[in-house]
C-alpha cells in the first residue's frame, strides 16, 4: 500500500532538481535586472538564517559622512546543537542624493537607480565618485535557548526586546544589560510562562508600555504586563488569557488607535477581533471566516481606524473594512505559494507588502485598483500589483519596512541571506513625484 502512495526516490530527486533549476533561473533573470529596479540593495548571508527581522527606530548622521548608521533587530535558526542568539546588526546605508540631471542614464532612459553616483555632477568636483559603502555588520550577541521564533522590541523602550521561544516562553532582554559577545549562559531579564506550544505571534503595545500580546500553537492569545516585573522573581504570568480561537494563533496585533483593541488570526480561517475591556475572554468582538485556509498575518492600517489587511495560506490577501467583515473591501491575487507577512508602509498608506514562501515580497498600490491595463500588463498581474522583490531562493522568514527611509526594505529569507534594499524611485514615485524632462535638458 505504502509503495502505492510514496514517490520512488529517483523521481523525488529529479522533481528536486527541476525546481531548484526554475529557482536558478528565475534568480538570474532577476540579477540581470537588478540595476534597473533598485536605488539601493544589500545583501548579507548570515552564519545561520534568521526567521526574524525588525529596523530598530534610531538613525546617527553625520554631516561628514556620506551614509546614515541604523540597526537591525535579528535571531539564528541553527541547526543540530550550535547554539542560537539574539542579533543586533549595524546597517550603514548610503544618504540618499537629490535627483541630479547628470545622473540621466541614456541608455536605461532614467534618472536615478541602482549604483547612482552621489551627485555626480562634475561641477561639485565629484565625477569619479561612486556610491558611498553599505554593509551590515553583527554588533550584538545575546544567548537565546532555541531558535529565535519572533523578536520584537518595545516601542517606548526599544532597548528591552521581547522573543518567541520553540517551547512557548516569551523571553524578555533588556540588551544594555548583556555584553556584545555571547558568555553561553542564557539569562534574560524576564520569562513569561503560560503558552504550553511555542508560537510566532507577538506584539507590543503602542499605548501602554510594557504591555505585549502573544499568541501560538495551543490555541491562545495571552496578554502580559511586564511593568509588574520584580527583582525577586524572573518569571510572570500573563494577565488574562484568551481562548476564541479553535486552531493555530498565527499572529496578533494592537490596533494603532485604540488601545484597547486587538486583532488576532489562525488556522481556524478567522479573523477576530477582541477588546480586552470586554469580561469574557472566550469570545471575541468580532469574528469572521476571513479566507479557506489558515491565515498567517495580519496588519492595521496607521491612517485609518477600520482597514485591515490579512495574509493567508491560500496565497492570497484580504482588505477589510471593520464596520462591515461580511466580505472583502478587496482581494489581492498574485503570490503563488502560502503568504506569510503583511505590512502597511510607514509613510504611504495606500501601500501594502506582503511576503510568501515563493520568494517574494510583493508591493501593492491599492489606489490602483480597477484601473485600465493593457493585455500585456494584465500578464503581469493586476493593475494594483507595484512591485516584485526576487532577490531570494527561498522561502521568505520576515520583512520589515525601514521607519526613517521611504521604500527601504529589509528581508530575510531561508536562505540565510538578509536583503535590504530600496525599489528604484522611478518605479514607485507617484504621477506628481516624476521627473520633468526639462530637468534633463542640460
Known sequence: MEDDILMPSDEVDEAVAAANKVINEEYKIWKKNAPYLYDLMLSTALEWPTLTTQWFPDKQSNPENPYSVQRLLLGTHTSSEAPNYLQIAEVKLPNRPALDPYDYDEEKEEIGGYGTSANGNPANGNASKGPAKISLE???????PGEVNKARYMPQNPNLIATMCNDGQVLIFDRTKHSSVPNGVVSPQMRL???????????????????????SEDQTVRIWDTTKYTKQSKNMKATETYTHHDSIVNDVQYHPSHPSILGSVSDDLTLQIIDTRDKDPSKARIKTVAHADAVNALSF???????IATASADCTLGVWDLRNLKEKLHALEAHRDTVTA??????DTSILASSSRDRRVLFWDLSRIGDEQSQEDSEDG??????????HTNAISDFSW???????????????LVQVWQTSREIV????EDVEQEELDV
Not at 429 to 432: G, P
Open 138 to 144: 553583527i554588533i550584538q550577541k545575546i544567548d537565546h
Open 193 to 215: 510562562i503560560g503558552h504550553r506550544m511555542e508560537g510566532f505571534a507577538l506584539a507590543w503595545s503602542p499605548h501602554n508600555e510594557g504591555y505585549l500580546a502573544s499568541g
Open 301 to 307: 492600517n496607521a491612517a485609518s481606524d477600520v482597514i
Open 342 to 347: 503583511v505590512a502597511w508602509h510607514p509613510f
Open 382 to 391: 493586476p493593475p494594483e500589483l507595484l512591485f516584485m522583490h526576487g532577490g
Open 402 to 416: 525601514n521607519p526613517n527611509d521611504p521604500w527601504v526594505m529589509c528581508s530575510a529569507a531561508e536562505d540565510n
Open 429 to 432: 514615485a507617484k504621477d506628481s
